[in-house]
């Protein structure tokens, strides 16, 4: 079992900057694929970026350009670093891991997730 804790939330005003961390521990997976998921109220929970075991990293439309995500393996940290933040990023935010990359945009096949971290952007 993997253990997710997620940092970095705040708030800011649109085009400011945030940078997300999320710390694993547990099991080690030697293909895998991490993402960032987030879930603003009343929504369904989305996918923004994954990075698998080869360093591949994909983004959804809505945030290419302005995230970046990445991974330190010796820290066995997530990172995403949010730059030009809109209003409509404003969403709780959470890492999570699965074993085996491929499909990493399907929230279906991952079981771990961490707590989350509140993201605010206002106008």
């Known amino acids: 079992q993997v253990q997710l804790v997620e940092s970095g939330g705040g708030s800011v005003q649109a085009g400011g900057s945030l940078r997300l961390s999320c710390a694993a521990s547990?099991?080690?997976?030697?293909?895998?694929?991490m993402s960032w998921f987030r879930q603003a109220p009343g929504k369904e929970r989305e996918w923004v970026a994954a990075i698998d075991s080869d360093g591949s990293t994909t983004y959804a439309s809505s945030v290419k350009g302005r995230f970046t995500i990445s991974k330190d393996n010796a820290k066995n940290t997530l990172y995403l670093q949010m730059n030009s933040l809109k209003p409509e990023d404003t969403a709780m935010y959470y890492c999570t891991e699965k074993p085996r990359s491929g499909l990493c945009h399907r929230k279906d096949l991952y079981n771990s997730w961490g707590q989350g971290t509140q993201v605010t952007v206002s106008s």
């Open positions: 547990g099991y080690t997976y030697t293909k895998y694929c």
